[in-house]
């Protein structure tokens, strides 16, 4: 049984920063890409970051890339998404999830497992 538990949301000011943490219950986790996807009001679920068990790979959605940095800590069985320069169309419900597979994807039915969503709104 693959647990996610997401925390770090909150309410931010556009321009501020924020940091996102997902703790995974899952053996091997390293050898597992995690990725980030996130879901506004009304609209569909979307890609934001995913990287690659070992960490050394990553790709970003373009409406996140240079904002957004995805990492992890395997010693931990964490991964984090520092979202910097904030504006407030990247206010949403955040989500990591997890499959089988090593290197990252970007499309959310690719995901097997998924926390339960941590909300992050960016005022002006």
């Known amino acids: 049984q693959v647990q996610l538990v997401e925390s770090g949301g909150g309410l931010v000011q556009a321009g501020g920063s924020l940091r996102l943490s997902c703790a995974a219950s899952?053996?091997?986790?390293?050898?597992?890409?995690m990725g980030w996807f996130r879901q506004a009001p009304g609209k569909e679920r979307e890609f934001v970051a995913a990287?690659?068990?070992?960490?050394?790979?990553?790709t970003y959605a373009d409406s996140v890339k240079g904002r957004f940095t995805i990492s992890r800590d395997n010693a931990k069985n964490t991964v984090y998404l520092q979202m910097n320069s904030l504006k407030r169309e990247d206010t949403a419900v955040y989500y990591c999830?997890?499959?089988?597979?090593?290197?990252?994807?970007?499309?959310?039915?690719?995901?097997?497992?998924w926390g339960q969503g941590t909300q992050v709104t960016v005022s002006s």
């Open positions: 899952r053996r091997a986790f390293g050898a597992y890409a």
């Open positions: 990287i690659s068990g070992g960490g050394g790979s990553t």
């Open positions: 999830a997890t499959a089988g597979f090593t290197l990252p994807r970007i499309r959310a039915d690719e995901y097997d497992y």
